[in-house]
Nanobody
Framework: QLQLVESGGGLVQPGGSLRLSCAAS????????IGWFRQAPGKEREGVSC????????NYADSVKGRFTISRDNAKNTVYLQMNSLKPEDTAIYYC????????????????????WGQGTQVTVSS
């Protein structure tokens, strides 16, 4: 059974940090590009960051550039999202997703291009 499981969410004060993890089971992430998405109440799901299969290319939404960092550890079959300088507007459910792209150096932030999804983890930024 192919599964992605997110963890690391929680309640944090503005300016704080969290590290989200996305662990895969039932398949290896070596062949997949991975994306992080988020969805706030009443809003559409949006792309936050993505990393290519090779790990050499990354992409970030403008709203998180300079604050979030995506990385992958294929040996642990896990992808991470380090989130620093968190703001109240970062509050959302965060999802990781996996997809296979034509080339190992490709990335995508389009929701519809992702095949496998985790169940999400809640991130709340509030004082």
């Amino acid at each position: 059974q192919l599964q992605l499981v997110e963890s690391g969410g929680g309640l944090v004060q503005p300016g704080g940090s969290l590290r989200l993890s996305c662990a895969a089971s039932g398949f290896t992430l070596d062949y997949y590009a991975i994306g992080w998405f988020r969805q706030a109440p009443g809003k559409e799901r949006e792309g936050v960051s993505c990393i290519s299969t090779s790990g050499g290319n990354t992409n970030y939404a403008d709203s998180v550039k300079g604050r979030f960092t995506i990385s992958r550890d294929n040996a642990k079959n896990t992808v991470y999202l380090q989130m620093n300088s968190l703001k109240p507007e970062d509050t959302a459910i965060y999802y990781c997703a996996a997809t296979r792209l034509r080339r190992r150096d490709m990335t995508t932030m389009f929701v519809y291009e992702y095949v496998y999804w985790g169940q999400g983890t809640q991130v709340t930024v509030s004082s």
